[in-house]
Each structure stands twice: as C-alpha cells, then as structure tokens.
C-alpha cells in the first residue's frame, strides 16, 4: 500500500481481466510524481502484450481528485539544486511523463479514465488521451499553469486545439475551472456518471462479453448503458450559455486586443467570466504570451510533434525564473505574490517568446525523435 501506484486486477465471466491501476498519493491530491510516471508506464505496457487483459481502468486513491497534476514541488526543489542547462531533471520528467502521454493517446486496449474529483494538469494529461474519459458530478477540470510560470503541456497543445470556438485557448489562458458538462462540450469527456457509480462500472466490466471483437465498443455500449441511469449526474454547464462569448473574447486578432476584452470581463456582471479574467490578470505576463504563440504554431501539428515542441518549451520554461517563482509563490510560501520578470505583456521582447521555442538538442537527438 505504500507504493506511489496501485496495480490489481480481477477476472471477468469471461475470463478475461480488467487490469486497475490507482494513483496512490492521496494526500497529495495524486499529483503526478516522477516514480508514478514510470510505474504506470511500465505496468500499462506489461498489461498491454498481456493477451487476457481485456481492459485498463486508471483512477485516483480517494474520493477528492483524480489527478491534481504534476509533482512541481519537487521539480522546483531539484531546478534549485542544479542550474545546468537544459536541466536534467526537467529532461528527464518531462520527457517521461510525455512519453506516457503518448502511450495514453496511442493505446491498444480500452483505456477508462475514471476522472472523479479534481482533474488538472499532468492529470488533464493523463484524462485527456484516454480511449474512455469517465467524469462525475464531482470533477473539476483546469489547466491552471498560466497561475505558476509554464503554460498548458502534458498534450495541451494538441487537444486544446480541438476545442470549439477558440475554448481551449481561453481555458489555456485564463486557467478557468470547468465540469463535467462543460467536459463534454470541449471533448474532454465521453461519459458522465454519478460518482457512487463506481461499483456498477467495475460490475458492469466484470459481466461484459469479452469475445474478442472490438471491445472498445463494449466499453461503449456498458457506460452508455450506466450513463442512462444516471439521468442527474449532469451539473449545468458553465461554457454552453457562454460559448460565443468566449469566442469573441478570444477572437480579437492580438494578445494586446484579447487582455483588453478580458479586462473588461474582469468588471462585468458574469460572475464565471469575470473569475476566469481574474485568473489571467494574476497569471504570469510571459506564460500568456507563449501560449498565444503555442496556439499559432500548433495549429497542424501532429500529436508527436506538439509532444517534442512541448519538451523544448517545458526545458526552457525551467531555464528562466518563472516557473520557479510560480511555484514558490503558490505551493511553497503560499503568500500568491508572484514576482514576473515582466510585469505586463508589454515589458515582453518577441525575441524572449521566440527563444522558449529553441531546442537545445538537434533534430535527431531530441529526446522525443521516435515518437511518430
């Protein structure tokens, strides 16, 4: 029970298995630590040359959060403790955690995420790929990294890219908290439950007809089926009433024109959007300005290469102080008075945007060179 990630097991009527793999740092909020990148990893990959296991399930110990993302804690203590560049323990986690990403996205076997409670960051990363995203009433979905110095990795800059109306921009950019209703709509979601369902999902896999045909559609059809009787687990939806507004505060032509709309949100009479305003008013100047320019140059990128840009960026991001002071200010002195390099996004040099994206490796050494 100590271990950072909980494997089991249990033999279906088929005889078949449905392999559980638990994030196991509760007290934590299940973030994402280096040893759990690799322990999932390894063990989704033993599970998938394994021909009896039918079906991979992914949850978080407890009942508070999925994933509250990556492990920036302890990423900030060893960037404190060695100052090479390009960092090897930003090298080496973010290299890993992208890696299991890309297994994630790529997978062979029905993989169900059951993402109750808090999901974000590294946690949306581990969510978002999966074959079946399984939400509760319960979930609560962010990508806050603007709030910290980085901006949205683990894949952001793929699936946000696949939002409707300029949505996953706006939640880049303003670190905004959604749920599972507002999941759906930006297609991060297929499938919402009540979150006591949990015991009829494990049955429900347990009785299912494992056959050997295309089990991705028995997984389909059995939390379709769950998802009929739970006609109340839909909370209202934040985003549907607001979609063409988000659009039009995104759709403005600059950064300058979107922090204006923005700042005039931030004193309207919507609540939700005044909030999501006020997260990119507090949020670091530098990470805004990165984003914008991801969003620009990811537009047609495949999954690999946003992955091997988002490598580049993550290094570099560690490189500057940023990141660092992000963390301190948040998660370690908790005072949330972080102090930017630049104040505004004014005080920014296009040449500094530019520079988070050169790479430190050449194109056949980077670490990511054989995704595909």
């Known amino acids: 029970m100590d271990s950072p990630v909980l494997f089991d097991s249990f033999t279906t009527a088929s005889g078949h298995r449905i392999a559980l793999a638990t994030l196991n740092a509760e007290k934590s909020l299940n973030a994402l630590s280096h040893d759990m990148v690799g322990l999932l990893a390894n063990q989704l990959a033993r599970w998938q040359r394994d021909p009896l296991v039918a079906c991979v399930v992914l949850r978080g110990a407890g009942d508070k959060a999925f994933c509250a993302g990556g492990d920036v804690r302890a990423l900030r203590e060893a960037l404190l403790q060695d100052t090479r560049y390009p960092s090897p323990a930003a090298q080496s986690f973010f290299t890993d955690e992208y890696r299991l990403d890309y297994a994630i996205h790529t997978y062979p076997k029905p993989l169900i995420v059951w993402g109750n409670g808090i999901v974000m960051g590294g946690g949306l990363g581990l969510l978002a790929g999966a074959s079946h995203r399984v939400l509760t009433e319960r979930t609560r979905i962010a990508m806050p990294e603007i709030a910290i110095g980085l901006y949205p990795d683990v894949a952001g800059s793929w699936f946000l890219q696949r939002m409707p109306a300029r949505l996953g921009l706006f939640l880049g950019l303003t670190g905004a ?65 607001r979609l063409i507004a988000i659009h039009q505060l995104m759709n403005r032509g600059s950064l300058t024109a979107v922090a204006d709309a923005l700042q005039q949100a931030h004193g309207g009479s919507d609540a939700w959007l005044a909030g999501a305003a006020s997260g990119f008013a507090a949020g670091c100047p530098m990470s805004a300005a990165v984003t914008w320019e991801i969003f620009r140059r990811a537009r047609h990128l495949s999954l690999a290469e946003a992955l091997r840009m988002e490598l580049v960026l993550s290094v570099n991001f560690c490189a500057r102080p940023d990141f660092r002071e992000g963390v301190r200010a948040l998660l370690v002195d908790k005072d949330r008075q972080p102090q930017w390099s630049s104040q505004s996004l004014a005080d920014i040099d296009p040449a500094a945007i530019a520079a988070h994206f050169t790479s430190p490796w050449a194109r056949d050494a980077h670490p990511l060179a054989d995704l595909l």
């Open 177 to 241: 908290a959604i749920n599972a209703h507002d999941a759906l709509i930006a297609n991060l979601a297929d499938c919402v439950l009540d979150h006591a369902s949990w015991p009829k999902l494990l049955d429900a896999l347990h009785h299912a007809s494992w056959d050997g045909g295309d089990d991705f559609a028995t997984v389909s059809a059995l939390l379709d089926s769950l998802e009929d009787a739970c006609p109340h687990a839909l909370p209202d939806s934040h985003i549907a009433p």
